[in-house]
C-alpha cells in the first residue's frame, strides 16, 4: 500500500512536471515570435561628393549612409524635397534590389540631378524599414548650386575591349579652374581599383580630349561600377557614375 | 476513476490555455494598416467655363510633404492628414494652391476642392494605392477625346502602353499604333506624364479606367476603358 502510494505520488510529480514543461514550452514560443529585435540604425550620411552637402543641375550627386539591421531590410526610401514649398525638384525612390534581405550594408547610391532643378536648400531623407516592419530615418540638408566655372566632362564614352580586359575612356574635360585630377574608381562586390589620371598633357590646362585605358586583365567577371571624380586646381570637384557588365 | 478524469480535464485544459496564448497572435491574416505614405491623390480639375478636364496628381510623402503634379510644374508643400480631411497646401505665394478632401473611415475621397491663387476650380479626387507593380504596362484603352468643351473631337481614341510599360501612343487606328513612341515619367505604378517640348499629356489609371489630360496648344481630355 505503501509502495502503491509511492509510485502514485512519483506518477502525479511526473505529470505535473509535464505540464510544467508544457506550458513553459507555449510560453517560450509566444515568446519567440514576439522577441524585440533592435531598431534599424543609420549612420554616417553623406550628401554630396566627400558629403559637400551640394548638388549642381544637370550632374551626378553622391549619396551614402551606414546601415545596421537586426531584424534584416526589407526596403530604404531616398525622399528628396525643397525646404521652400513651392517649385522644385523632388525625388522619391524605394530601394530593394541589392539591400533587401542584409543587416548591415552601405546605401550608396548616385543619381542624376535634372538639369532644370531649382537652386536652392533640400531636404534628404533616408527611411529604413526592416522585415518586421520597424522603421529607422535620418535627415540631412543640401544645396542645388549653379556653377558655371565646374569642371565637366561632356560625351563621356566607355568602351569594353571584346576579351573584357581594358575599357577605353573618351570625352572632353573642360575645367576653367585648370584640371588637377582625374580618378576612376571601377568596383564590383569581388575587385575595386582606382585609376588616378595626373598627366603632364591634361593637368594644369583648361580643356582635354581624354583618351584613355584602364588596365582590368586582373577584374574578375561581374557586374562594375565606373565613378569619375573629377578635380580642378581651385578645389571644385564633380562626379559621375556609370555601368558596364564584364562577362 | 472520476478523479483520474478530472486530472486528465485539468491537464487537457492547461495545455490548451498555453496554447491558446500563441494562437491568438494568429487569428487569421493581420488587416493592413493604413498608411497614408502608401497613397496618393488623382483626379481632374475643371474651369467654371468647363472647357477642359486637367488631371492631377498629389504624392503623398513623409513628413507631410506633398507634391502637386499637373501639366505645368511640379510643386511641393505640406498636408495635414486628420479623421474626415486631407489638406494640401502650397504656401509660396506665387505658386499658391490649396486642396481639401473630405474623407471617410473606408479611407475614400468623398469631396474635393482646389483652389489656385485666387481661382477656384472644380474637383474631382480619389485616393490611390500606390501599386508594387506598373499598372500600365502592356494595357490599352479606347474611349472619346474631348476639345476645350464637351463637343466630342475623337469618337474611338486608342492609347496603347508597351509591355515595358515605359512607353505608349495614341490613335484612332489600333493597327497603326506605335506604342513606343513616348517615353514616359511613371508616377505611383498607375499615372504617366510625357513632355515634349511644349506638349504635355498626362493620366492616371483606376478600375480599369484611364482618365488623360493634354495640353498640345489646345486642351484635349477623355476617359478612356481599358480593352
Known sequence: ?????????????????????????????????????????????????????????????????????SGSLASIKLQITP???????????????????????????????????????????????????????????FKVV???????????????????????????????????????????????????????DMVGYTTHNLNRSIDLSDAPKGHYHIHFTLSDQVGKQIGYEYHFDKN | MKNTFAKSMLFTAIIMTSLAACKKDNTGPAEKPFVVTD?????????????????????????????????????????????????????DPANYRVAKFAINEKHELTSAYYRALTTEYKATGKLLEIEATNQLAGKTFKGEEFKMGPVSFKKDLVYKFSSTGTTYGSGTDPQTINDQSN???????????????????????????????????????GTYTQQ
Open chain 2, 39 to 91: 497613397h496618393y491623390v488623382a483626379g481632374t480639375i475643371t474651369p467654371a467655363n468647363n472647357a477642359y478636364n486637367s488631371v492631377y496628381m498629389i504624392s503623398l510623402l513623409e513628413n507631410n510633404k506633398a507634391v502637386f503634379i499637373s501639366s505645368g510644374n511640379n510643386f511641393t508643400g505640406d498636408y495635414t492628414l486628420t479623421k474626415d480631411s486631407l489638406i494640401v497646401i502650397i504656401s
Open chain 2, 183 to 221: 517615353a514616359f515619367e511613371l508616377i505611383n505604378n498607375s499615372a504617366f506624364k510625357f513632355k515634349s517640348g511644349s506638349n504635355v499629356e498626362m493620366g492616371f489609371y483606376t478600375n480599369n479606367q484611364l482618365t488623360v489630360f493634354r495640353l498640345s496648344g489646345l486642351y484635349y481630355f
Open chain 1, 1 to 69: 500500500m505503501v509502495t502503491e502510494n509511492l509510485l502514485r505520488k512519483n506518477s502525479d510529480s511526473a505529470r505535473w512536471a509535464l505540464i510544467i514543461f508544457i506550458v513553459s514550452c507555449g510560453f517560450v514560443a509566444c515568446k519567440k515570435e514576439s522577441a524585440n529585435v533592435a531598431m534599424p540604425i543609420l549612420s554616417n550620411l553623406e550628401v554630396g561628393t566627400n558629403n559637400n552637402k551640394i548638388a549642381y543641375p544637370g550632374h551626378d550627386f553622391h549619396l551614402e549612409a551606414s546601415i545596421v539591421a
Open chain 1, 146 to 200: 549653379n556653377d558655371p566655372t565646374l569642371p565637366s566632362i561632356t560625351g563621356l564614352q566607355l568602351t569594353l575591349n571584346p576579351n573584357g580586359d581594358a575599357l577605353k575612356l573618351t570625352g572632353v574635360i573642360n575645367a576653367p579652374g585648370r584640371i588637377a585630377k582625374l580618378d576612376v574608381r571601377v568596383q564590383s562586390t569581388a575587385w575595386t581599383k582606382v585609376f588616378s589620371f595626373t598627366d603632364a
Open chain 1, 83 to 141: 525646404v521652400l514649398s513651392g517649385r522644385g525638384w523632388s525625388y522619391t525612390k524605394i530601394y530593394t534590389t541589392g539591400y533587401a534581405g542584409l543587416k548591415n550594408t552601405t546605401f550608396h547610391e548616385h543619381l542624376d540631378v535634372p538639369a532644370d532643378a531649382v537652386v536652392g536648400d533640400y531636404d534628404v531623407l533616408l527611411l529604413v524599414t526592416d522585415q518586421l516592419g520597424n522603421k529607422s530615418e535620418v535627415t540631412g540638408r
